[in-house]
């Protein structure tokens, strides 16, 4: 691969790292580096070495990932090297020198198809990237963010995207992993000096520029509530405002609030009745209830004694501002929408595997597998599509359907297996769920009988 080319590759495949600067010739060994923290008056100095790495002086330790550096170097928690470290002889970021070999990439870059998807993404994350700098972030729903790269969920493309955007010097706030697909993120640059209070979305990768960045597939309190606000009342409102609120949009809860970053609780169906029996000229500050308050990029799984225990659970964005509540009804729906296509995949399969057992013998199925198969409870679906599209086994069937338009639906049934299995935060559509469901109905209606 010519060197243009390998340029071209990185933009669509992984984050840049200082060796490729290298390599373009946009940056030399020896090159001194110099990371100023001019609000407390330190200063820092590294060098590049020859193999791209970054020696802090003057004790010589090396790193790969000029934001680890400079993490050691300063003794913070975190800060985005790139955007730190100042190459002194040419008075510019080392941000300023990836962005130049991502623009020179794109410059060189051919008219092949496959050149102008990251194109496109290039632009528009450069577009992204002045409106960062210029202090007006673009705003973004996390679907429309995710169809710049053609993905409609955050499947094996989040890797992916997550390095062009980086590669910018660009990250999403609140992180696009932890929150659902509708909620608006904007496009922005990490802060320059990351508060110790900020969750990990506005921070700085610190990543290993060649293996990329930590292994992420948590579900997150954010993955099912949208950061969209959240109906509240204050604790001078009246036990009518809170009814009349609660009613009009069929609540079981409904937050306290004297403030977005200042929650006083929750009020419930029970603690309003509890309230009324024991004033009756009761008002919301009588009948609030502790509510547990977290933040959206939180490990689901960590919060569910407390929504077992409390039923609910108020939301915080990266700012702390209360931004959505989470009921145990919404924790059910989500795990509903994960097992459902479970289970209808574990039907698909079994009756699948009946009807092959039922009509045909292991020498028959072998040869089609193109692998060892002793008994029919190792097939696959893989399996199941080779040994369908074998015209004598169809014919054997019986079934009064079209092969090929049967074997396509195996196929994206395939996909949809393979998209469930991989787990990511994202429910299967619908659509996939009702593919699923029909080809399931159909196998019933001609498997023969039971």
Not at 63 to 71: D, E, G, L
Not at 250 to 257: E, G, M, P, R, T
Not at 329 to 349: H, I
Request: hydrophobic letters at 40%; one cysteine or more.
């Amino acid at each position: 691969m010519t060197g243009e080319g390998r340029s071209m590759h990185l933009i669509g495949g992984r984050r840049v790292t200082v060796p490729d600067l290298l390599e373009a010739g946009l940056l030399k060994a020896g090159a001194k580096l110099r990371f100023e923290r001019k609000r407390i008056g330190d200063t820092f100095d590294a060098t590049v070495t020859a193999a791209g790495r970054i020696r802090l002086e003057p004790d010589g330790e090396e790193f790969r990932s000029p934001s680890r550096a400079a993490m050691v170097a300063a003794g913070m928690r975190a800060v985005d090297g790139w955007r730190a470290w100042v190459v002194v002889d040419e008075r510019r970021l080392l941000d300023a020198v990836r962005q130049e070999f991502l623009d020179r990439a794109i410059t060189t870059a051919g008219r092949q198809p496959e050149d102008r998807a990251p194109q496109r993404v290039h632009e528009r994350l450069r577009q992204a990237r002045t409106r960062a700098d210029q202090e007006d972030p673009e705003r973004i729903t996390v679907r429309e963010l995710l169809k710049l790269w053609g993905a409609t969920d955050r499947g094996d493309q989040v890797n992916q995207i997550e390095a062009d955007l980086a590669n910018h010097g660009l990250v999403t706030s609140p992180g696009f992993r932890a929150v659902t697909l509708d909620t608006l993120v904007s496009l922005t640059t990490p802060p320059d000096e990351p508060e110790e209070t900020a969750t990990a979305d506005v921070l700085p990768a610190t990543e290993d520029d060649e293996g990329g960045g930590d292994l992420d597939v948590r579900l997150t309190v954010g993955n099912l509530t949208p950061l969209d606000g959240v109906a509240s009342v204050g604790p001078n409102s009246s036990l009518e405002e809170a009814i009349t609120e609660m009613l009009l949009n069929d609540f079981s809860q409904l937050a306290v609030l004297s403030g977005p970053r200042n929650p006083r609780g929750a009020v419930t169906w029970r603690s309003i009745a509890q309230a009324m029996h024991r004033k009756p000229d009761a008002t919301v500050a009588d009948a609030i209830v502790r509510a547990e308050v977290v933040a959206y990029d939180r490990d689901l799984f960590d919060v569910l004694p407390t929504l077992q225990q409390r039923e609910f659970v108020l939301v915080t964005n990266e700012g702390r501002a209360v931004m959505g509540i989470v009921t145990t009804a919404d924790v059910a729906r989500r795990y509903g929408e994960m097992a459902t296509p479970f289970f209808q995949l574990g039907e698909l399969d079994q009756t699948l595997r009946w009807i092959l057992r039922c009509a045909l013998d292991i020498p028959t199925v072998q040869p089609l597998c193109g692998r060892t198969i002793e008994n029919f409870d190792q097939l696959a679906f893989g399996d199941y599509q080779r040994i369908l599209e074998n015209k004598d086994v169809w014919d054997r069937l019986g079934w009064p359907l079209d092969r090929q338009r049967f074997i396509f639906r195996l196929d994206r049934i395939r996909q949809i297996r393979n998209s469930v299995m991989h787990f990511h935060p994202d429910p299967v559509s619908e659509d996939a769920v009702e593919k699923l469901r029909n080809f399931t109905m159909l196998l019933h209606r001609y498997r023969g009988p039971a």
